[in-house]
Structure formats: structure tokens, C-alpha cells
């Protein structure tokens, strides 16, 4: 398994930008698809967008598209997202992901512990 430490998360005005980062450490994160997933409270936990091992497919959920771009450092065990025009119902805790496939189900093996975003209108 591969272990996942979210950062980059905080407190930011709507239109804003953050990037999050994902961090792994164990042999396969070169190997593994790696997604992030996000929990607003009340609601259950969604799919946000996905990358497949070598950087070639990414997946958006629509409600991102054009606004979030995911990408992965293999070098660094990194994975990233870059969120831009923030909107208040992005706020959410957001988890990463590795798993075998590249999917948009919550199907991955391993789980980060979240980091908080915060968006202010």
C-alpha cells in the first residue's frame, strides 16, 4: 500500500486559488492511478478528478472541469491539485487516492487524511 499526507488546504475568497498537495511514500505510487476526492459536510464523499500512472488520462467531475487540473510529480511521489476560480460550494475536505485503475469510483486501496478547504464568499 502506499501511504498518502494531504497539504495545502486553507482559508481562501471566492475566485481565489489554491494547490493542494499529496505526498506518498512506498514503492508504488509510479505505478498507481491516484485521484482526489472531496466531502463537503452533510454530504457524502464525491469524486473530483483522476490521473492515470504515466500522466497520460486525467477525468474531471463536471463540476471542476475547466476550473481544477491534476497532475503528479513520479520523481517527487507527488500528486497535485491545482484549484482556480474557487466557488463557496467547493468548500470540502479533500482526500487523495491510489489505487489500480484509473476510476471514478472510491475503489482505491489507499486514503489520505484530508486536508480542509475553505471557500469565503
Known amino acids: 500500500q502506499v501511504q498518502l499526507v494531504e497539504s495545502g488546504g486553507g482559508l481562501v475568497q471566492a475566485g481565489g486559488s489554491l494547490r493542494l498537495s499529496c505526498v506518498a511514500s512506498g514503492r508504488t505510487f509510479g505505478s498507481s492511478a491516484m485521484a482526489w476526492f472531496r466531502q463537503a459536510p452533510g454530504k457524502e464523499r464525491e469524486f473530483v478528478a483522476v490521473?492515470?500512472?504515466?500522466?497520460?488520462?486525467?477525468f474531471y467531475a463536471d463540476s471542476v472541469k475547466g476550473r481544477f487540473i491534476i497532475s503528479r510529480d513520479n520523481d517527487k511521489n507527488t500528486l497535485y491539485l491545482q484549484m482556480n476560480r474557487l466557488k463557496s460550494e467547493d468548500t470540502a475536505v479533500y482526500y487523495c487516492?491510489?489505487?489500480?485503475?484509473?476510476?471514478?469510483?472510491?475503489?482505491?486501496?489507499?486514503w489520505g487524511q484530508g486536508t480542509q478547504v475553505t471557500v469565503s464568499s
Open positions: 490521473i492515470s500512472w504515466n500522466n497520460v488520462a486525467a
Open positions: 487516492a491510489a489505487g489500480a485503475e484509473v476510476t471514478k469510483t472510491q475503489e482505491y486501496d489507499s
